[in-house]
């Protein structure tokens, strides 16, 4: 595969100045051009895979509608569309076998280690046993997405001083992490509400995880080292989101009639509500439609769901009436927060579960960023001392 040649920084828009990339490198070669922090704005890639239209609330995978694909498909039908652009949903993903060396080092972590911390761990261990050369490929992106979940399900039972339990082939990838996890075999409509979880957090366009794959990629680095890097930048708590926050805010809320005076208090004491607002949507959440579809039609509800659905309405009224320039409406984490406490998983395994899901999505980007590579190298605005001499 060869890196395609350089272009200019933004061809379809003349008022942004282009960087010339035979120019040399000096500090004054930076002046005038546009410096955005955070990089919002920029557009440093271009995808196929996601597509986030934030002022109408769509998303759509390779084009397809996050509601339809939640409706009729499944996580490894989704994942296999990511991967080769085809829809199939016939495609089967079952759990992986953890190789001996993630599970001696699994064994090895401390028992009050962080999920994210020992997910992050096994992939980067899983990357030095296997052959993971250049270009990456789908098979890789295959064999790391049914890896993932045996060795956070492995993490989750060691320390709670449970042997881990051996993937069941027969098992397609989330029934067979729920098995890993308890030892049970979930029944269909437990399994069917995790897999609408696993579809909608699958893909979601430049986010920073994401875009950290697509950087580590674009050294020519491996598949492994891609999505262990964006597994670390997932475990922060301005990405990773915070379902668990979500549940906790319904339990301060204690009941329906509290709903209203808590949610303005809330508000009062310039509190942000939990599961409300997003960077990028200015309608409702598509993922919190369809999650809220699964929620309602899961058999074993968490038993706050009908306050929850008190809150959110009474919160989307004072927000409007608080903010009524700005559009807040609900977001994922929202219905996450239920689907995920509904199949028994505990609050401190839901953002490592976040990551398990966006296994699709990282290492689909990580296959299109090799298709056509360019190193991502960007500049900084030098605001230091320019030349100065060593103190005498
Ligand atoms: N509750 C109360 N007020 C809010 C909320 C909220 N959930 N969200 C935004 N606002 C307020 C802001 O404080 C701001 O008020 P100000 O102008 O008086 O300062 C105003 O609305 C506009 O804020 P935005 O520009 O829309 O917010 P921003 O883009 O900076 O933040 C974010 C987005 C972080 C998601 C924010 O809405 C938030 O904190 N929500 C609660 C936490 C949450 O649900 N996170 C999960 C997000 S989804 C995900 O990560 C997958």
């Not at 339990?251 to 209203?260: D, L, Q, T, W, Y």
């Not at 608080?322 to 977001?331: E, H, I, Q």
């Not at 953002?351 to 960023?369: D, I, K, N, S, Y």
């Amino acid at each position: 595969m060869t890196d395609k040649p350089a272009v200019p920084a933004h061809p379809a828009d003349p008022a942004i100045p282009t960087v010339d990339p035979a120019q040399p490198r000096t500090a004054h070669t930076f002046d005038g051009r546009p410096y955005s922090p955070g990089l919002e704005g920029v557009i440093a890639a271009e995808t196929e895979l996601g597509l986030v239209d934030g002022a109408n609330g769509r998303l759509m995978y390779r084009g397809y509608r996050i509601g339809d694909l939640v409706a009729h498909g499944t996580y490894a039908a989704v994942a296999n569309l990511l991967w080769t652009g085809t829809w199939d949903p016939r495609a089967r993903l079952a759990a992986g076998r953890i190789p001996s060396a993630v599970m001696a080092a699994l064994r090895a972590l401390p028992r009050t280690a962080k999920p994210m911390d020992a997910l992050r761990t096994a992939v980067s261990v899983w990357g030095a046993t296997q052959v993971l050369d250049w270009p990456p490929t789908e098979i890789q992106a295959r064999a790391l997405t049914e890896f993932s979940p045996s060795a956070l399900a492995a993490f989750a039972r060691l320390r709670q001083d449970l042997e881990p339990i051996d993937a069941d082939p027969t098992l397609d990838l989330v029934s067979g992490f729920l098995y890993q996890l308890t030892g049970e075999r979930p029944d269909k409509a437990t399994a069917r509400a995790l897999d609408a979880y696993f579809i909608v957090g699958a893909e979601h366009g430049l986010n920073a995880s994401t875009f950290t794959a697509r950087v580590i990629t674009s050294t020519r680095s491996d598949m492994a080292s891609a999505v262990a890097g964006a597994i670390g930048a997932m475990k922060g708590p301005l990405h990773g989101g915070a379902p668990s926050e979500v549940v906790e805010q319904i339990h301060k809320v204690g009941s329906p009639e509290h709903a209203e005076k808590w949610v303005r208090d809330a508000l009062a004491r310039g509190e942000r509500l939990m599961g409300f607002g997003h960077r990028v949507y200015r309608a409702y959440d598509p993922r919190a439609a369809a999650l809220r579809k699964v929620v309602e039609a899961m058999p074993t509800k968490p038993d706050w769901l009908e306050l929850a659905i008190k809150v959110e309405d009474v919160a989307l009224r004072v927000l409007e009436e608080k903010y009524p320039d700005r559009p807040l409406k609900t977001n994922v984490e929202f219905y996450a927060a239920a689907v995920l406490q509904g199949v028994g998983l505990t609050p401190d395994l839901f953002p490592a579960t976040f990551a398990l899901a966006r296994h699709a999505g990282w290492t689909a980007h990580v296959l299109e960023q090799a298709s056509a590579n360019r190193l991502i190298r960007p500049d900084a605005r030098f605001v230091g001392v320019e030349e100065r001499d060593l103190p005498k």
